[in-house]
């Protein structure tokens, strides 16, 4: 199906912040003389929308609920667009995708990625990644490109977990 297909996404009221978003996705996309097509939109929708990371085909089976087409291709080659863009991060970790929380801005993150919810943070990494360079630079090697990565537990699934050695 091609990325013109028919879809919900006008019909639907997104929140403001989600809203906001999209603005300045567009804006900074037509900035580059490139377009927010439907399917790449609602493709930002739908991560902008979750608070944690969705996998290539979780993104697919929502796209298709809103009838743009169920091969996986439909998917790739929206999220392989966002990240080309700066829009969206791919998490190499856990083979999953994650709406920028700074689009249109240079910077390097790290991503906090919680184990039991998947839930994830990102946060400014400029200074780690200027760590891990210059350790790399004096073992004579060049850094190209980063992905800083942790899990863990974000504090709603901190709160009710055991302590590690606790019994159960």
């Known amino acids: 199906m091609t ?3 028919p879809h919900s996404t006008g ?6 912040p989600v809203a906001a978003a999209i603005d300045r996705a567009e804006s900074l996309l037509q900035g580059q003389g490139l377009r927010l097509t439907p399917v790449r939109r609602r493709t930002l929708e739908i991560l902008l929308e979750t ?6 085909y979780d993104v697919l089976a929502r796209l298709a609920a809103d009838g743009f ?9 929206a999220l392989d667009f966002l990240v080309e ?4 991060h791919r998490l190499r970790r856990i083979n999953a995708f994650t709406a920028c929380s700074h689009p249109g801005e240079h910077h390097h993150a790290a991503f906090l990625i919680c184990r039991n919810c998947k839930r994830v943070e990102e946060v400014h990494a400029e200074h780690l990644r ?3 360079v210059s350790d790399a630079r004096r073992a004579g090697f ?3 490109r980063t992905s800083l990565e942790a899990s863990g ?6 709160e009710g977990a055991i302590p590690d050695g606790a019994a159960t």
């Open 3 to 5: 990325e013109s297909a």
């Open 11 to 16: 019909a639907r009221k997104l929140p403001t």
């Open 51 to 56: 608070p944690g990371a969705l996998g290539a």
């Open 69 to 77: 087409g169920s091969q996986p291709p439909v998917a790739y080659r």
């Open 85 to 88: 863009h700066g829009l969206v």
């Open 130 to 132: 200027a760590t891990l």
């Open 142 to 144: 060049e850094v190209e």
């Open 153 to 158: 537990l974000c504090p709603d699934c901190r």
